[in-house]
């Protein structure tokens, strides 16, 4: 189908009887300027992922801001969150924390000596193995996580429940879960 026709397509129907078409917004004047000068594309895909990367980017923004009280960044609260999932006793090796982030080994380091010197881990020998270390969430970290946790996602639900009704936010998470599952098997 090509841009034209995909323009010309019948609109399927609102979700929602009272969910208004959503106002027109910056991916819509690009795929117009497309349209302009290659109306043989098919822009649909640039439309869904110019929309998940602009979402992206805006809720990443407004939850770095939700962590900023707590004095850590995103990337901090990603190797708490971590440690704070994996259970008791929140105890896991900087490589499996490097991995769980797909981060590299001198990425974590900073961020580790950064955490470190805020009292919300530590760092100590593994006692089954002399060369390898252990990361710990330290009780103030603990509670820091606790609370930025919670932070974070008072953002992004009242970001989701503003836009969306329940039936709606479901559906999105379905498709986006599908969307991911193929976009991951086409990269292998």
Do not use: C
């Amino acid at each position: 189908m090509t841009q034209s026709q995909h323009a010309q397509s019948p609109q399927p129907a609102p979700a929602a009887a009272t969910a208004p078409r959503a106002p027109r917004d910056p991916v819509d004047a690009i795929v117009e300027q497309w349209a302009a000068v290659r109306p043989d594309l098919d822009t649909r895909a640039m439309e869904v992922f110019g929309r998940i990367y602009r979402l992206s980017r805006a809720m990443g923004d407004q939850v770095e801001q939700a962590y900023a009280p707590f004095g850590i960044s995103r990337g901090e609260f990603d190797v708490l969150a971590t440690l704070r999932r994996s259970g008791e006793p929140y105890t896991l090796s900087p490589r499996r924390l490097s991995a769980t982030l797909m981060l590299t080994t001198g990425g974590m380091t900073g961020r580790l000596d950064k955490l470190e010197r805020a009292g919300l881990l530590r760092r100590s020998p593994d006692p089954h193995d002399r060369r390898a270390l252990h990361v710990t969430l330290t009780d103030q970290g603990l509670s820091l996580i606790d609370e930025a946790v919670g932070a974070g996602l008072a953002v992004q639900t009242e970001a989701l429940t503003t836009a969306l009704n329940e039936e709606q936010a479901d559906r999105l998470s379905e498709l986006l879960r599908e969307l991911l599952a193929g976009t991951q098997g086409a990269a292998r």
